[in-house]
């Protein structure tokens, strides 16, 4: 709570399996201080679902636990599933395992309650397609109420066949702004896009109005070329005591870690202007 930002980055070892490592900056831009051995490292003796490693953290503080829910995808054979750690530090971890099967991923806890359980949204995979979902909990371990609320859409649509959440929703005074990926599949390869959905306060499945077209996409060198390219990948953001400003954190064509930033007004009266409900 003392104004220093932390992010929770994904890096991969030489023998291609992922870690998380904290890199913290008094101001969110730069003079970033990194640890120096791994923050939250795969533990598969334990948890075999960690086996290939573990990526693609996102943070939510949870005032009723007075703790930070991360959820994140662990790697292993049988494909990719959502697991849940808590962390008051981010020094000392407590996990959960994983809390939805493979193949699943893209999943973020929402901060409090909804009508008396804990509503996690994911993405669920099933063949060729892969659309949002939400399920709740009593006790953060097992979880039911499995409800579609984002489906891909079909065509030759920026985000058809591949959607999933990109960082935890945004909540504002009309809804859960909510910051989602959409893949578009062309002859040369894969596209990664950001679009924006509206969702419900009180009922998080119910998506209010959804973006048409997406609103940031790789175009820098940096986002065009790396590992993979042509991806822009965030899971993490702030937002500034203005209730306005964000400052969104994403992946670069999986090769570096880049910064946007945003205003949540705007954003708002775009999807007012070009969504639909």
């Not at 005032?63 to 530090?89: H, M, N, R, W």
């Not at 591949?162 to 990926?181: A, C, F």
């Not at 599949?185 to 998080?204: H, K, V």
């Amino acid at each position: 709570m003392d104004g220093t930002t932390l992010l929770l980055c994904r890096v991969e070892d030489r023998r291609g399996h992922s870690h998380l490592c904290a890199a913290r900056s008094a101001n969110g831009i730069d003079n970033w201080q990194i640890d120096p051995q791994p923050t939250f490292m795969a533990d598969p003796d334990n948890y075999p679902d960690e086996l290939w490693g573990i990526e693609d953290p996102r943070i939510t503080f949870v005032p009723e636990l007075d703790q930070y829910a991360i959820t994140y995808t662990a790697y292993a054979s049988g494909g990719p599933g959502v697991a849940l750690a808590f962390t008051k530090d981010f020094h000392s971890f407590e996990r959960y395992g994983v809390i939805m099967q493979p193949d699943d991923k893209d999943a973020a806890l929402l901060p409090y309650k909804i009508d008396g359980h804990w509503a996690l949204i994911h993405r669920p995979a099933a063949a060729a397609r892969a659309n949002m979902w939400i399920s709740y909990s009593a006790d953060l371990r097992n979880w039911g109420g499995h409800k579609k609320i984002l489906e891909a859409r079909l065509g030759g649509w920026w985000d058809a066949n591949k959607i999933g959440l990109s960082p935890p929703p945004v909540e504002t005074p009309d809804g859960w702004l909510v910051i989602y990926h959409g893949v578009k599949q062309n002859a040369a390869g894969c596209i990664y896009r950001l679009g924006l959905a509206l969702f419900d306060l009180n009922n998080p499945e119910r998506c209010l109005r959804r973006g048409d077209e997406w609103v940031f996409g790789p175009e820098e060198p940096y986002e065009q070329h790396g590992d993979v390219d042509k991806v822009v990948f965030p899971c993490g953001y702030t937002l500034a005591s203005d209730k306005d400003t964000l400052r969104i954190y994403y992946g670069a064509a999986d090769s570096s870690v880049a910064m946007a930033t945003a205003s949540v007004h705007d954003l708002m009266q775009w999807l007012k202007e070009h969504g639909e409900e």
